[in-house]
C-alpha cells in the first residue's frame, strides 16, 4: 500500500436554491445556481489503525492552524467506505462562509483515500458517498453535485445527477468577503427559513455571469437569509453598479468584475476568486 494520497476539491458558492426532500439520497438535496471556485480543500490521507481528523486553515502560504480535530462527516464516509486512516484537510477559505467547505473536504478526502486503499470507486460513487454524509449531517445539500465539475453551475434536479449545465468561466472574477460563519444545519433545518426559500426561489438557469448575480440577489433579498452584517458591503457594489449578492450559506458578500476587489476593500480583506475550470480529483499518490 501507498504511504499516502492527496485529493483536492474545489469549493462552491450557492447563489440560490430551493431544499428538495425526496424519498432517497439520490432525490434528496436542492436545486439552484452558483459558481464553483478555483480555491478549495486539499487532503492528506494516510494509513492509520484509527480515523482521526484534523481540519486545517492556511492563513498565508506556510502558515497553517489546525481548528479542529473531527469531522464527523468525513469520519462518517470512511467507515462506509471500509477503510481507517489519519485525514488531514487544509483550506485557505474561511470556514462557514458559504464556500462549500464541507463538501470540499469529503471529495477530497474520498478521491484520496478511494487511491489509497484501491476500493475501486467511480467518481460517481464518490459524489454520490460525499453527498449522503452530507444530508446525514445537514451541512450541505447541492455543493457536492455541482463540484463534480467546474464552471458557473445550474442544477435543475437534486442529488448527484447529470441534469446540471455548467457555463465556461474563463477570464471571469470573483471577489468575496466573508464576515463569519453562519451554521447551514441551523438554516436548512428551520422550517420557517426554508418556507421563504421555496418561495424565494425561481427555477432559472442564468445566461450569463451578469444574470447569476441578477438571480442571486433578488433569491437573497426575497429569502430573509441577508445578514444585517453584510448590507452596507451589498449597498456600496450597488452604488457602484458592482453585481454582488450574498454567498450561501454565510455572512459574506461575493461579487463580480474587476473592480469589486477595491470596493471590498473598504469593509475588509477580500478574496480574489476565479472560476473553477474541473471539480474534485486525485492529485498524488506518494510512495
Given at each position: 500500500m501507498a504511504a499516502s494520497a492527496i485529493g483536492f476539491s474545489p469549493g462552491h458558492i450557492s447563489g440560490y436554491f430551493r431544499r428538495v426532500d425526496g424519498d432517497s439520497p439520490d432525490s434528496t438535496g436542492s436545486c439552484g445556481g452558483g459558481i464553483v471556485i478555483d480555491k478549495g480543500v486539499y487532503a492528506t490521507v494516510t494509513p492509520s489503525d484509527r480515523t482521526s481528523v484534523s481540519v486545517c486553515l492556511e492563513r498565508s502560504p506556510g502558515d497553517e492552524t489546525c481548528i479542529a480535530h473531527t469531522s464527523p462527516p468525513i469520519e462518517y464516509a470512511l467507515k462506509r467506505l471500509g477503510v481507517t486512516a489519519a485525514v488531514?484537510?487544509?483550506?485557505?477559505?474561511?470556514?462557514?462562509?458559504?464556500?462549500?467547505?464541507?463538501?470540499?473536504a469529503l471529495?477530497?478526502?474520498?478521491?484520496?483515500?478511494?487511491?489509497?486503499?484501491?476500493?475501486?470507486?467511480?467518481?460517481?460513487?464518490?459524489?454520490?458517498?460525499?453527498?449522503?454524509?452530507?444530508?446525514?449531517?445537514?451541512?450541505?445539500?447541492?455543493?457536492?453535485?455541482a463540484c463534480t465539475g467546474g464552471?458557473?453551475?445550474?442544477?435543475?434536479?437534486?442529488?448527484?445527477?447529470?441534469?446540471?449545465t455548467r457555463m465556461n468561466g474563463d477570464?471571469?472574477?470573483?471577489?468575496?468577503?466573508?464576515?463569519?460563519?453562519?451554521?447551514?444545519?441551523?438554516?436548512?433545518?428551520?422550517?420557517?427559513d426554508m418556507?421563504?426559500?421555496?418561495?424565494?426561489?425561481?427555477?432559472?438557469?442564468?445566461?450569463?455571469?451578469?444574470?447569476?448575480?441578477?438571480?442571486?440577489?433578488?433569491?437573497?433579498?426575497?429569502?430573509g437569509l441577508v445578514p444585517d452584517e453584510i448590507r452596507p458591503v451589498l449597498q456600496a457594489c450597488d452604488d457602484n453598479g458592482i453585481p454582488a449578492s450574498m454567498t450561501m450559506l454565510g455572512k459574506g458578500v461575493f461579487a463580480l468584475g474587476n473592480k469589486a476587489f477595491s470596493v471590498l476593500s473598504e469593509f475588509g480583506i477580500p478574496l480574489?476568486?476565479?472560476?473553477a475550470a474541473e471539480g474534485f480529483r486525485l492529485i498524488e499518490v506518494i510512495t
Open positions: 488531514k484537510t487544509v483550506t485557505s477559505l474561511p470556514p462557514g462562509a458559504g464556500f462549500g467547505l464541507s463538501a470540499a471529495l477530497a478526502t474520498l478521491a484520496a483515500a478511494n487511491a489509497l486503499f484501491d476500493t475501486h470507486l467511480t467518481d460517481d460513487a464518490i459524489a454520490r458517498l460525499a453527498h449522503l454524509s452530507e444530508l446525514q449531517y445537514q451541512t450541505g445539500l447541492g455543493d457536492v453535485a464552471g458557473i453551475v445550474c442544477r435543475m434536479q437534486p442529488g448527484i445527477t447529470p441534469d446540471i477570464g471571469v472574477c470573483i471577489s468575496a468577503l466573508s464576515f463569519g460563519e453562519l451554521h447551514t444545519a441551523d438554516v436548512i433545518t428551520s422550517p420557517a418556507a421563504r426559500v421555496t418561495e424565494a426561489y425561481t427555477a432559472e438557469c442564468a445566461g450569463s455571469p451578469e444574470d447569476l448575480f441578477r438571480i442571486s440577489r433578488l433569491f437573497a433579498e426575497r429569502s480574489e476568486l476565479h472560476v
